[in-house]
């Protein structure tokens, strides 16, 4: 099995929506971001895929985000919680569709802050996610 992993960032700010339905205070990350997928086999150039292309995918998914607030944006407007965790959920499912046939990913994880990293990771490498 190979694997490769790329990362990328943005700004964007949020406020976690807490137990009981009060807003924390609206805070801005530099957001961290590395995706990491796996293949059972080389492409015709021998590689899992080119890194730049996988680095436009991410950046793809995580642009509009840019200098925004993501409580204003699906899906966190109103079906997810903008918190690291779905964040990095939300790329991992997001990028899944976009990939080849024979990639899958291995995980997301998603950095707001030294120190704060949180990861999404299948439990079966072969899983494919679908965008929501």
Partial sequence: MYSISVGTSFTASHQLRLVGGNLEALHSHDWQVSASVQSPQLDAIET??????????????????????????????ERWNPSAERVAEHIA???????PEYISIWSVSVTEAPGCIATYRYERAADRPTAD
């Fill in 93 to 99: 499912r997001a990028m899944g569709p976009l990939l």
């Fill in 48 to 77: 899992v895929m080119d890194f730049h292309a996988m680095e436009a995918l991410i950046k793809a998914i995580v642009i509009p985000w840019h200098n925004r607030c993501l409580n204003d944006l699906e899906p966190f407007k």
